[in-house]
């Protein structure tokens, strides 16, 4: 029928952003490895090269209409900006409090914590396909982070339990909205993200050309383009898989700092990483190839028809 193949059509397009939009935000480590900047101003200038970005796109598309369409993604818009800008600032606290190898360990667990959310407030419940891919992809990540794990402090690991649990939330609420245009989210996230980063640094946004440079690419350029995709692909698949898609970013990293800085990663976390893009790569396939629903009153939820 044309319009179960234009969902399958719809489908397959929100899967290719994500591993786009994967691929683009990987290159942050890159970037963050050349800064030589405090965190919180760091979170400052990408939150305005973001909002910057984010604003001409809501401006363009809406024109005079812009600001009645942030007004109009209501509470929900609301509270994923607050969300999502507790998620920023707690990731940054993290990284500052416990072993980098923690904190993108504990945010490996994003997607287990997106299904279950999904899954008691959207009832979508996920299939055995998408849980084995998930548990691969964090297996993976486990092999890669092996090496790097510590202690750390409480504090450290609690604040990127925070982060993994606020995006989690956020990615539920986008979901859920499907049928707002939750992209003025972003903007109210970015102005929270600079007023949180402005009152607590004020005396501190000192920062070099080449740094504010780096700034823009990573908030204007990766970030946006990623944040972007990921409220288009919100509607048209699973919470669960949307977040999935996002565990590219952390074995694709590694590859890019070897290739352009000679930052030779470790065996395992090769390893590591191959699982996780097999695990993405097999899981996307696997969509493209999945018989839309041949029912017409039928849902798509994740990967079961209810």
């Not at 990615?171 to 109210?188: F, G, K, Q, S």
């Not at 970030?223 to 977040?243: H, K, L, M």
């Not at 290739?259 to 996307?284: C, D, H, K, M, Y």
């Amino acid at each position: 029928m044309p319009g179960d193949a234009q969902e399958a059509n719809r489908r397959g397009y929100a899967v290719g952003l994500m591993i786009s939009s994967s691929v683009v935000i990987s290159f942050t480590g890159l970037i963050v490895r050349h800064l030589d900047v405090d965190p919180m101003v760091l979170n400052f200038y990408r939150a305005l090269a973001m909002m910057i970005a984010i604003a001409l796109i809501v401006i363009v598309k809406y024109r005079r209409m812009a600001i009645l369409s942030v007004i109009r993604v209501g509470w929900p818009g609301v509270l994923g900006a607050v969300m999502l800008t507790m998620a920023a600032i707690s990731f940054l606290q993290s990284l500052t409090h416990t072993t980098v190898a923690n904190t993108l360990f504990i945010l490996g667990a994003i997607p287990f914590f997106t299904t279950g959310l999904a899954w008691i407030a959207l009832r979508e419940r996920p299939s055995r396909k998408t849980l084995g891919a998930m548990f691969v992809a964090f297996t993976g990540i486990t092999i890669m982070l092996g090496e790097g794990f510590g202690s750390g402090s409480a504090y450290g690991n609690l604040m990127a339990l925070v982060t993994a649990f606020c995006f989690s939330i956020y990615a539920v609420l986008v979901r859920r909205n499907r049928h707002i245009d939750m992209l003025p989210t972003l903007l109210i996230s970015t102005v929270l993200v600079i007023a949180v980063a402005g009152i607590t640094k004020h005396d501190r946004l000192g920062i070099s050309m080449d740094d504010l440079l780096l700034c823009m690419l990573w908030g204007g350029v990766l970030s946006g383009f990623t944040s972007v995709c990921f409220i288009v692909a919100s509607r048209y698949i699973a919470a669960a898989e949307v977040t999935l898609f996002m565990l590219l970013e952390f074995a694709l990293g590694p590859i890019w700092v070897w290739l352009f800085v000679n930052e030779v990663p470790s065996q395992w976390t090769l390893l590591g990483g191959a699982l996780v893009i097999a695990a993405i790569v097999a899981r996307s396939l696997l969509e493209l190839r999945q018989p839309a629903p041949s029912h017409p009153g039928s849902k798509i939820c994740g990967d079961k028809l209810v």
